[in-house]
């Protein structure tokens, strides 16, 4: 009964916030006070399942990312764990689903990749210490047969490898861009990775399953040979041949 109760003055304070895909929300005006129905409603919610409340939300974020009526809602508490609150009809109430956890997390953005209603979920994490050091997306995707999140890939940002004492050290750095790239109608993660100073493009591409980087030239190869003015494809190929060496 509880958590319907406060399932119902969630739908209303993120009603409150006057958009569908609000993105991630500052403790400010409408956002405090979902802020704290949030962490109320994790609270009671992982109690009552025998597990650690943990003590701070310290991130938050509304999309509508699957086909429900309500828009979903990502928390992450103690900057380490992430939860996605997804509208559960037959019970009436927003019900659990633990996303990343371990190390530093925030809540990154929603890609719109394929048709329809699903959103693909970006987790940002940190993780590594003094000699290697990682940040990048885990991206989550909703999964209709089994009424949850599901993660579908990883897309490293940043990297800092500095190898044993003396060696030289390694820095690559990822920007993400969005564009339709193959035939077929989702469309691709398309990535600007920087080492060492000298740039090139990465792409992934969705297909049904993973999200997962393309590494086969005969994928850009297709495409170039029906779009042979594809800078993307062309790029996306040169980019796979700087890297093989």
């Given at each position: 009964?509880?958590?319907?109760?406060?399932?119902?003055?969630?739908?209303?304070?993120?009603?409150?916030?006057?958009?569908?895909?609000?993105?991630?929300?500052?403790?400010?005006?409408?956002?405090?006070?979902?802020?704290?129905?949030?962490?109320?409603?994790?609270?009671?919610?992982?109690?009552?399942?025998?597990?650690?409340?943990?003590?701070?939300?310290?991130?938050?974020?509304?999309?509508?990312?699957?086909?429900?009526?309500?828009?979903?809602?990502?928390?992450?508490?103690?900057?380490?764990?992430?939860?996605?609150?997804?509208?559960?009809?037959?019970?009436?109430?927003?019900?659990?689903?633990?996303?990343?956890?371990?190390?530093?997390?925030?809540?990154?953005?929603?890609?719109?990749?394929?048709?329809?209603?699903?959103?693909?979920?970006?987790?940002?994490?940190?993780?590594?210490?003094?000699?290697?050091e990682e940040k990048g997306y885990q991206l989550y995707r909703w999964a209709q047969a089994q009424l949850t999140y599901e993660q579908v890939g990883v897309i490293p940002l940043e990297i800092k490898d500095r190898g044993i004492e003396g060696a030289a050290s390694v820095s690559l750095t990822r920007s993400l861009?969005?564009?339709?790239?193959?035939?077929?109608?989702?469309?691709?993660?398309?990535?600007?990775?920087?080492?060492?100073?000298?740039?090139?493009?990465?792409?992934?591409?969705?297909?049904?399953?993973?999200?997962?980087?393309?590494?086969?030239?005969?994928?850009?190869?297709?495409?170039?040979?029906?779009?042979?003015?594809?800078?993307?494809?062309?790029?996306?190929?040169?980019?796979?041949?700087?890297?093989?060496?």
């Open positions: 009964i509880e958590t319907q109760n406060l399932s119902t003055d969630l739908v209303a304070l993120v009603g409150e916030l006057k958009t569908v895909n609000p993105g991630r929300v500052k403790r400010e005006g409408a956002g405090e006070r979902l802020s704290d129905y949030v962490h109320n409603y994790l609270v009671l919610y992982l109690l009552d399942a025998g597990r650690d409340p943990g003590a701070k939300l310290s991130d938050l974020a509304v999309w509508d990312t699957n086909p429900d009526n309500e828009p979903e809602i990502f928390a992450v508490l103690d900057g380490s764990r992430a939860f996605a609150l997804f509208w559960e009809k037959t019970q009436s109430r927003y019900q659990l689903a633990e996303l990343a956890s371990g190390g530093k997390i925030e809540m990154g953005a929603a890609l719109d990749l394929s048709p329809g209603p699903e959103k693909f979920i970006a987790v940002r994490y940190e993780r590594g210490g003094d000699l290697y861009d969005v564009d339709t790239i193959d035939l077929d109608p989702d469309r691709e993660v398309v990535v600007t990775c920087t080492v060492s100073g000298k740039s090139h493009v990465d792409v992934w591409d969705w297909d049904g399953t993973s999200l997962s980087r393309v590494r086969d030239p005969a994928w850009f190869e297709k495409i170039l040979a029906k779009k042979p003015n594809s800078d993307r494809a062309a790029e996306g190929l040169f980019g796979l041949g700087i890297e093989r060496g």
